[in-house]
């Protein structure tokens, strides 16, 4: 019981190490793909916009939209929101720009096209 105690210091510290560590990475890849998810988001309704070419269309589909999200997925899908993600589509090409946001050493997720 004696060891127990003298090393329970040591083992708190190391395994608050881990936690903090693990906290730190899933932060960080669950940022990046919500990153992803609004360009991934803003392209596909850039190209719908763009098909029909059309930009009372293209307001009328990101106001339409956005009610619809928000009723199945909550409140933060405004059509404000929407517009965010249009902009990041427009401001940021798939290649190097998003990619390069990934810690040194983590592998950017697959980016499945919606075409």
């Known amino acids: 019981m004696e060891d ?4 329970a210091p040591k083992l708190f510290c190391d395994v608050c ?13 669950a940022h990046a793909e919500v990153c992803l998810m ?12 763009l098909y029909n070419k059309r930009a009372e269309y293209g307001k009328e589909v990101v106001k339409k939209l956005s009610v619809k999200l928000a009723d199945r997925y ?18 940021f090409t798939l290649g190097d720009s998003v990619r390069s946001e990934y810690p040194i050493g983590m592998n ?3 980016i499945h096209n919606v075409d």
Do not use: F
């Open 74 to 91: 909550g409140k933060g899908w405004s059509d404000r929101k929407l517009s965010h993600c249009i902009r990041t589509a427009y401001a």
């Open 108 to 110: 950017a997720p697959e």
């Open 38 to 49: 609004h360009w991934n988001i803003g392209k596909r309704i850039k190209e719908e916009v």
């Open 17 to 29: 190490q881990i936690i903090e560590g693990k906290r730190s990475l899933l932060s960080t890849t």
């Open 4 to 7: 127990v105690e003298k090393n």
